[in-house]
């Protein structure tokens, strides 16, 4: 991949970033996508922050080759430490575990006044990232699921306002887990990926059920036998 042609899951991203928007991307790596907005003039500058060595060196490599040092400022650090408040209109966050990805939300609370948008792309766990936004006054405004390579990516986007608005007329629960705009649009990816979760949680039911029991299994079973509900009601 380079930052001519994005991935597909990457690419998805880019398409929430407001146009014109000053941008913060965290956990940049290579620095793809700072890059790929920045050419194709889609925001004006960019901040892409990386806290590990090696990741940040590619993105340093990256951003000069593509002699993009005057609009893109590659920064070390953890998390929203790189940015200071109001530097940035809009933050993503791609490519990493929706836990991850609530930590430094919470960490950074402080560097988020002046931001309107998050655009999050948890891999796993993106209950996580929803129940974050939700204690935090952010509202979900879309959501996409996507796969690639036989993996399957969900992307969050988000604006300050009212959390629970998205959540209406379902079970909060289930809206956290599945995805409350995922939820309604049940598309074939989403099927597809509850089906599989589905399937892997019987599987592990099965095993719990042959196992000996004691009150560490039982909890257990209840636990995956609730889920496994809720899969078979989303699937519906
Ligand atoms: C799998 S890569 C994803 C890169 C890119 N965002 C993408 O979606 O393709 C995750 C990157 O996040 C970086 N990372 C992990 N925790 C971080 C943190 N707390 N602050 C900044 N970067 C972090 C890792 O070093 C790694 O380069």
Redesign the pocket.
Same mark, same amino acid.
């Given at each position: 991949m380079n930052a001519e042609k994005l991935s597909d899951r990457?690419n998805a991203v880019a398409n929430y970033i407001p146009k014109g928007a000053r941008l913060a991307? $965290?956990?940049?790596?290579h620095a793809?996508?700072p890059c790929y907005v920045v050419k194709k003039g889609a925001v004006p500058m960019a901040v892409a922050?990386?806290?590990?060595n090696g990741?940040y060196q590619s993105a340093l490599e990256q951003v000069q080759e593509e002699n993009l040092t005057q609009q893109i400022i590659v920064r070390k650090g953890?998390?929203l430490e790189v940015i200071e408040p109001g530097e940035v209109d809009c933050i993503t966050i791609?490519?990493?575990g929706g836990t991850?990805i609530s930590s $430094?939300l919470e960490k950074g609370k402080s560097k988020l006044q002046g931001v309107s948008r998050l655009v999050l792309?948890p891999n796993v766990g993106s209950f996580a990232v929803r129940r974050w936004l939700i204690e935090n006054g952010w509202e979900l405004a879309a959501e996409e699921i996507l796969k690639e390579d036989g993996k399957v990516y969900e992307i969050l986007v988000a604006e300050k306002g009212e959390p629970l608005i998205p959540y209406q007329h379902i079970n909060l629960e289930n809206g956290i887990l599945f995805g409350p705009f995922l939820l309604k649009e049940k598309t074939a990816v989403f099927k597809e990926k509850w089906n599989a979760e589905k399937n892997n949680w019987q599987r592990i039911l099965l095993q719990l059920q042959e196992a000996a029991q004691n009150e560490d299994t039982v909890s257990k079973r209840q636990e995956l036998e609730r889920k496994i509900k809720m899969a078979e009601e989303a699937l519906r």
């Open positions: 990457l991307d $965290i956990g940049s790596d793809y996508l922050g990386e806290v590990a990741p953890d998390g791609a490519g990493m991850l $430094i792309q």
